[in-house]
């Protein structure tokens, strides 16, 4: 996240990032994840009274959204963003790895030891971002549908899945490596920690989005009269519902075309720069669009 490359931060060789390409790369990932973290952190302050302040989800008008859902989906990106800035920084400052006959090595211990959590941490707030952001749009569908899903299950299952998944990348990545960087295998395992709910969130959301809009549709019209205010409305809630999408897809087509790369080319391969920046520029900037269109003053 926030960067094409296979392995740890701390694993990126000047082949593949030449040193000056680094300090654009890291300058990149800092600025954008700044207006990311002024986005969640607005979101979060605008935000705080009105998710205490919720009712029951049986009770919530249908055409509103889930404060809480949408207030800690702004949590995780604030701490996302959070995280690319001290990764960024201590990449710019950390030197790069070193080669030698059993493969590429960190700096030094050090570096694996404050490098390791900061790219734990970074992982585990995505990750919550991707569950949140699928949430959101199921407990829209469950509204309109009649039902619903308490706000502790959402609480429960993101948190435990982005915690499970980010262990689980963690774990292959360092279990009997020692001290070189992980090979081709257990950085493909480990990325499918991350691409798979990607990749889910991308699949699942205009199909929970679509059969929503078809829902509300039957509701709009069941109250007799279907004219240009309620074509106004259904027009608004297309409108909405393509933004969240649209918004996700853009922020993270480009890690899964990273994604794509190396599986074609392999670990060793160096990456274009151009998805360097696309990662350093639209993965952090989620947060940033999120403050627009997970507004709770509106309706949905």
């Known amino acids: 996240m926030a960067s094409p490359h296979a392995e740890s931060f701390y694993c990126i060789s000047e082949e593949n990032l030449s040193l000056d390409y680094r300090k654009i790369y890291t300058g990149t990932c800092i600025g954008c994840a700044a207006v990311g973290l002024a986005g969640s952190l607005t979101q979060v302050i605008s935000l705080r009274k009105l998710w205490k302040s919720t009712p029951a989800t049986s009770n919530r008008n249908p055409f509103m959204p889930n404060a809480t859902v949408v207030f ?19 990449l710019a400052i950390i030197p790069p790895p070193k080669m030698s006959r059993e493969g590429l090595y960190p700096a030094s ?3 694996v030891d404050i490098g390791a959590p900061i790219q734990s941490f970074l992982q585990f707030f995505f990750l919550a971002t991707y569950f949140w952001t699928f949430f959101f749009a199921l407990d829209i569908f469950l509204q309109l549908s009649k039902r619903s899903i308490s706000n502790l299950s959402y609480h429960v299952f993101t948190w435990l899945a982005a915690g499970i998944l980010t262990g689980f990348s963690e774990f292959i990545v360092f279990f009997d490596v020692g001290f070189p960087c992980a090979d081709h295998t257990r950085v ?17 959301n205009p199909i929970i989005y679509v059969l929503s809009y078809s829902k509300l549709k039957k509701l709009v019209r069941r109250q007799g009269v279907y004219g240009h205010s309620q074509r106004k409305l259904m027009r608004h809630v297309t409108r909405k519902f393509s933004a969240y999408v649209v918004i996700f897809w853009i922020c993270w087509l480009p890690s899964i075309a990273t994604g794509i790369y190396l599986q074609v080319k392999g670990v ?30 509106s309706d949905m």
């Open 188 to 204: 493909t395992l480990a990325h499918m920690a991350t691409y798979i709910p990607i990749v889910g969130v991308m699949i699942a």
């Open 72 to 90: 800690f989906l702004a949590v995780a990106d604030m701490l996302a963003c959070l995280a690319v800035i001290t990764r960024s920084v201590t």
């Open 268 to 297: 060793d391969v160096q990456f274009p720069f151009s998805l360097w920046m696309l990662t350093a520029i639209l993965n952090p900037l989620q947060g940033f669009f999120n403050c627009f269109i997970y507004g709770i003053g």
């Open 109 to 111: 211990q050090l570096v």
